[in-house]
């Protein structure tokens, strides 16, 4: 790992941690319809900053409120991936092999039915509100506003947080993931973990258009 890519990390995690922090309360009235978002999870730290776990975005245009809202309150892992890594450590923390129905994607029709004789609908209502305490009470986010679909897809895999020397505490709850990248670089996500560092002018772009 280079001394660059070490001070990239570094810029970035300052920008993020001076940018205006949003909750579990967020108001999708208020965010910004287009952009990135950053997300924070209690007890992670970096060099006396909040820690970043995760770096998300959407496909569809005006879709970043939704997409707040699929990973704070709508209680399905069908809509987030996120969520469902968190369901997926919960199961893997309590050796449940319910995980390999929880695995499953529900939402093309042909796997909705194969895995239906399978499910115990109660059993994931009641981790889905788990999963939602959890995201409620111990995630927060600050967002970039980036209008452009194309440079909105790629500043996110540039935001190489994973490159960085950022570790996640021995406490961390993917720590306990069965996902091997997530583990490795402490990340809440498994997408764009390999690619270029992020460029000078990605960081101007950044420090302009963070919400603060």
């Given at each position: 790992?280079?001394?660059?890519?070490?001070?990239?990390?570094?810029?970035?995690?300052?920008?993020?941690?001076?940018?205006?922090?949003?909750?579990?309360?967020?108001?999708?009235?208020?965010?910004?319809?287009?952009?990135?978002?950053?997300?924070?999870?209690?007890?992670?730290?970096?060099?006396?900053?909040?820690?970043?776990?995760?770096?998300?975005?959407?496909?569809?245009?005006?879709?970043?409120?939704?997409?707040?809202?699929?990973?704070?309150?709508?209680?399905?892992?069908?809509?987030?991936?996120?969520?469902?890594n968190i369901g997926r450590t919960y199961l893997t923390i309590?050796?449940?092999?319910?995980?390999?129905?929880?695995?499953?994607?529900?939402?093309?029709?042909?796997?909705?039915?194969?895995?239906?004789?399978?499910?115990?609908?109660?059993?994931?209502?009641?981790?889905?509100?788990?999963?939602?305490?959890?995201?409620?009470?111990?995630?927060?986010?600050?967002?970039?506003?980036?209008?452009?679909?194309?440079?909105?897809?790629?500043?996110?895999?540039?935001?190489?947080?994973?490159?960085?020397d950022s570790k996640p505490t021995k406490n961390w709850l993917?720590?306990?993931?069965?996902?091997?990248?997530?583990?490795?670089?402490?990340?809440?996500?498994?997408?764009?973990?390999?690619?270029?560092?992020?460029?000078?002018?990605?960081?101007?772009?950044?420090?302009?258009?963070?919400?603060?």
């Amino acid at each position: 790992m280079d001394q660059s890519t070490k001070n990239k990390s570094y810029q970035l995690h300052k920008i993020f941690n001076q940018a205006k922090r949003y909750n579990n309360l967020f108001n999708p009235d208020k965010l910004i319809n287009n952009g990135i978002y950053i997300l924070f999870e209690k007890g992670e730290t970096y060099l006396n900053m909040d820690r970043v776990v995760r770096v998300g975005t959407h496909t569809g245009n005006n879709k970043l409120p939704a997409r707040m809202i699929q990973h704070y309150q709508i209680e399905t892992k069908d809509r987030s991936i996120f969520r469902k890594n968190i369901g997926r450590t919960y199961l893997t923390i309590n050796n449940d092999s319910y995980i390999d129905v929880w695995n499953v994607s529900n939402t093309e029709r042909i796997n909705r039915l194969r895995n239906l004789p399978y499910r115990d609908l109660a059993k994931e209502a009641a981790l889905e509100k788990r999963i939602t305490k959890e995201i409620n009470d111990n995630f927060s986010f600050v967002l970039i506003e980036v209008n452009d679909k194309a440079y909105r897809l790629y500043l996110e895999m540039a935001i190489t947080i994973a490159q960085g020397d950022s570790k996640p505490t021995k406490n961390w709850l993917g720590n306990h993931s069965p996902v091997e990248k997530i583990r490795h670089f402490g990340l809440w996500q498994v997408q764009g973990l390999k690619r270029e560092p992020i460029t000078n002018k990605d960081l101007k772009y950044i420090e302009k258009h963070i919400i603060k």
